[in-house]
């Protein structure tokens, strides 16, 4: 009988590792067909029925993006609007979030319903609040006008104060009886605790504005203040398109973000599963 059972789970377990494989699989096509056509021709990347394979590899479509568009700086511009904010974002959460979850303050069930019921309000709906006040600040074709609007969100103190709700009380209590202070407290003790959650914090937020494009179009109206998104997405208003020039840069859009992901996801699965289970 167990024999049976073992059998029948087993061949379970090859079914459903296969159905699983396949749907891996059908997920990853897209950006195995995004790199293939950024190597082609552009007459082959339209090309019906479609070739499968590059018969030849064009790599000069990459060295066109970088020499006829300044696509270099776009990268530079992304990275630091996302690198900068995501870095704010953490510090100004991780404040907030342990404010709510630590201290005892009049009003903090209330302020903090009310904070977290901004979650409701869509972005685009404050788009021209923003750019207004962006403008009488200066901020318009600047990278900062982009990053400011990101550093305070209601998600990142969601998120974070999970984590700080996890961690005994006790640590802090002892931590006061040695005499450190708060900030010491916050820094030394509770902040190491929720590293996974930091580290889950920072990967949807940097993926989170680096694809933020309505944003970064309305600010960065001139050509040298784009972000990459905003500077790709340029290369699709040709008359006469190159379609694997502009899956080049879709590529290089693209390639960022897997390697973030690839280094920070040993942090993302543990973060969303520690922030899973509260005690």
């Known amino acids: 009988m167990r024999q049976e059972k073992a059998k029948k789970r087993e061949s379970f377990d090859i079914a459903s590792n296969t159905v699983v494989l396949l749907f891996a699989l059908l997920n ?6 995004l790199f293939s056509s950024s190597v082609k021709n552009s007459s082959d990347v339209i090309k019906m029925p479609p070739d499968w394979w590059p018969r ?5 479509n990459y060295a066109d993006v970088f020499t006829n568009q300044p696509a270099l700086r776009w990268t530079l511009n992304s990275l630091y609007v996302a690198g900068l904010s995501t870095a704010l974002l953490i510090v100004t959460s991780s404040m907030a979030a342990y404010a709510f979850s630590k ?25 021209v609040p923003l750019f207004r006040i962006s403008q009488d600040l200066g901020l318009v074709n600047s990278v900062y006008g982009m990053i400011w609007p990101n550093v305070a ?4 103190v ?19 009886i ?26 949807l937020n940097f993926v989170q504005v680096w694809n933020d494009y309505l944003w970064q179009l309305v600010i960065g109206q001139n050509k040298e203040s784009k972000t990459l998104m905003v500077g790709i997405a340029t290369l699709m208003q040709d008359l006469n398109p190159n379609f694997a020039y502009k ?15 690839i280094l920070f996801q040993r942090y993302f699965t543990r973060g969303i599963s520690i922030g899973a289970v509260k005690e």
């Open 153 to 156: 969100t209601a998600f990142g």
């Open 28 to 33: 990853l096509f897209p950006l195995y067909w």
């Open 178 to 203: 040695d005499g450190a202070g708060e900030v010491r407290t916050f820094l030394q003790i509770m902040l190491p605790i929720v590293k996974p959650g930091i580290g889950a914090l920072f990967i």
């Open 103 to 127: 201290l005892r303050f009049k009003g903090r069930s209330v302020f903090f319903i009310v904070f977290i019921s901004s979650l409701m309000i869509p972005k685009e709906v404050m788009i």
């Open 247 to 261: 899956m080049a840069g879709a590529t290089v859009a693209a390639i960022p973000m897997l390697l973030i992901f």
């Open 158 to 176: 969601f998120l974070l104060k999970g984590f700080f709700d996890t961690a005994p009380d006790a640590l802090r209590e002892a931590a006061r």
């Open 56 to 60: 030849t590899f064009t790599w000069s």
